[in-house]
């Protein structure tokens, strides 16, 4: 493995993110995108994959850009990276639409960009999990879907079975379960 690729990813990622706290926490941001990495280290050790998602979140959340990925990391990376960006919240669609749309992309996505998408969407769905089992209902205040936890189960929903062709994964078997433990 070219641990070098990844660790310049790592570096860059804390670097973007510098300053940010994980949604509802006191927690740096940085601890999320290296949980995905953690997680897509399970099923894959592709340098490429690995540091796409580390960088999975700097696009949609920081000043940098696809084009910024593409001139550090290279197209791959690029291209990975934005199979798991979605819209921007200043776009023209709204919180359902723009996760529709992510859902959609996913769903059409190559089984590498699926298996950087899992490792984020599982690392999200764990701390959803976690707070979910401190705060109760309240949770559902924090994020921006305008149906709630009505709306939060019905987008993982839709991304568990864009990415379904990862059912034989370990990740994507604790993703169903914790689906199934947080929302039903």
């Given at each position: 493995m070219n641990a070098d690729l990844l660790n310049r990813a790592i570096v860059f990622a804390t670097n973007a993110h510098a300053g940010q706290m994980r949604k509802g926490t006191t927690l740096p941001y940085i601890v999320h995108p290296l949980e995905a990495v953690s997680?897509?280290?399970?099923?894959?050790?592709?340098?490429?994959?690995?540091?796409?998602?580390?960088?999975?979140?700097?696009?949609?959340?920081?000043?940098?850009?696809?084009?910024?990925?593409?001139?550090?990391?290279g197209?791959?990376?690029?291209?990975?990276?934005?199979?798991?960006?979605?819209a921007p919240k200043g776009s023209n669609y709204n919180w359902r639409d723009r996760k529709q749309a992510a859902i959609e992309r996913l769903t059409a996505a190559s089984h590498d960009s699926k298996v950087v998408a899992l490792g984020d969407k599982l690392s999200n769905l764990r701390a959803i999990?976690?707070?979910?089992?401190?705060?109760?209902?309240?949770?559902?205040?924090?994020?921006?879907?305008?149906?709630?936890?009505?709306?939060?189960?019905?987008?993982?929903?839709?991304?568990?079975?864009?990415?379904?062709?990862?059912?034989?994964?370990?990740?994507?078997?604790?993703y169903l379960a914790l689906l199934t433990k947080t929302f039903e």
């Open positions: 997680i897509v280290s399970t099923v894959t050790d592709d340098p490429e994959m690995l540091a796409a998602a580390v960088l999975h979140d700097v696009v949609e959340d920081t000043d940098a850009t696809i084009e910024d990925i593409r001139h550090e990391f197209d791959r990376v690029a291209t990975l990276v934005t199979a798991d960006t979605n999990a976690i707070d979910y089992g401190k705060h109760g209902e309240t949770l559902w205040q924090r994020f921006n879907a305008p149906g709630g936890r009505s709306d939060i189960a019905w987008y993982y929903r839709g991304l568990a079975t864009a990415l379904s062709e990862l059912k034989d994964t370990a990740p994507y078997r604790e």
